[in-house]
């Protein structure tokens, strides 16, 4: 059965820190993955998404993941983050062609002056 | 264009009452999931739904919840009888064909007094 752990709950980092939200999924070949960000009262928004080919991925509002099967992994990354970062970020899981995604429990990201 | 509409944002009912939730996938979107959020929880498929049909609610509750796409306007979830268990956040989500990305909208919180 497909499933997705973001194993840290709660993350604080300064602003201009770097930051790294960790993604693990359990599935039995490459699934679609995705990150998205939902800010307090607000949907969810699409960070960006992977389906096959370059393991590193752009997404927007400057933020990359890199998908490494070895690990079962699909970490979130961004260089410096913003104060306006902060809101709670979730890792998704798709099997390819379908539509059912499996969420994970999401990262609440703190971010300090 | 206009992104995927959620009306009521917010709903109060009391125990006993019936909720209807309403959502308008993007223009040129045929495909609609619902998806709820429990406090500390991660989003759970609920239903798939393209127009006039119900593809899969494999992850509705048995009883008291439906959900319907019509030829015209929006896919409604219909709550019946409510609990306060029911309280929590719905999502929709659309898409323009089963695989493909989904764009979800701002929610509906549903409390249950």
């Known amino acids: 059965a497909q499933s997705v752990t973001q194993p840290d709950i709660h993350i604080t980092v300064s602003e201009g820190a770097s930051l790294e939200l960790r993604c693990n999924y359990s599935y039995g070949a490459t699934p679609y993955l995705f990150w998205y960000v939902q800010s307090p009262g607000q949907g969810l928004q699409l960070l960006l998404k992977y389906f096959s080919g370059d393991t590193l991925v752009q997404g927007i509002k400057g933020f990359e993941a890199e998908f490494k099967r070895s690990q079962s992994s699909f970490n979130l990354r961004k260089p410096s983050v913003h104060w306006s970062d902060a809101a709670e970020y979730f890792c998704a899981v798709g099997a390819p062609g379908t539509y059912k995604y499996i969420f994970g429990t999401g990262t609440r990201l703190k971010v300090l002056a | 264009n206009a992104g995927v509409m959620q009306n009521p944002r917010h709903l109060v009912r009391r125990r006993g009452q019936e909720a209807r939730l309403r959502c308008s996938p993007m223009?040129?979107?045929?495909?609609v999931y619902w998806y709820r959020q429990l406090p500390e929880e991660g989003l759970k498929f609920m239903v798939y739904l393209q127009k006039e049909n119900i593809i899969d609610e494999s992850g509705m509750p048995k009883e008291r919840f439906s959900a319907e796409f019509p030829k015209e306007g929006p896919s409604i979830l219909r709550i019946q009888q409510v609990v306060r268990g029911d309280s929590a956040a719905y999502f929709c989500?659309?898409?323009?064909?089963?695989?493909?990305?989904?764009?979800f909208g701002p929610g509906t919180r549903l409390t249950v007094t």
């Open positions: 989500a659309s898409s323009p064909r089963e695989d493909g990305e989904q764009y």
């Open positions: 223009k040129g979107h045929s495909h």
